[in-house]
């Protein structure tokens, strides 16, 4: 059974950091693309950033440069450290494995961002 295990997600002032951590099971994390998702309250689910499993990086425009995502093989776990933290970031974020067809997700970690 496939499972994929979000955290880190909590309350963070405008500015500050958090790093959100997808723990896989059932997989091998490595023989798949992982991405990140979010959807804020009453919005669609918007793509934020992948991973391939080559080790190349892509991101929304609304991170770039201030989210990086990376993965420890080892732990079958993808990270996304998210810096610099606005309002407009506060969303559930989930995470996505994805070979060929076959995609499995998340059940997503709530990340809000206020003063």
């Known amino acids: 059974q496939v499972q994929l295990v979000e955290s880190g997600g909590g309350l963070v002032q405008p500015g500050g950091s958090l790093r959100l951590s997808c723990a896989a099971s059932g997989i091998i994390a490595s023989n798949y693309a992982m991405e990140w998702y979010r959807q804020a309250p009453g919005k669609q689910r918007e793509w934020v950033t992948i991973?391939?499993?080559?080790?190349?990086?892509n991101y929304a425009a609304s991170v770039k440069g201030r989210f990086t995502i990376s993965r420890d093989n080892a732990k079958n776990t993808v990270y996304l450290q998210m810096n610099s933290l606005k309002p407009e970031d506060t969303a559930v974020y989930y995470c996505?494995?994805?070979?060929?067809?076959?995609?499995?997700w998340g059940q997503g970690t709530q990340v809000t961002v206020s003063s």
């Open positions: 996505m494995a994805r070979l060929g067809p076959h995609d499995y």
């Open positions: 991973i391939t499993t080559d080790g190349s990086t």
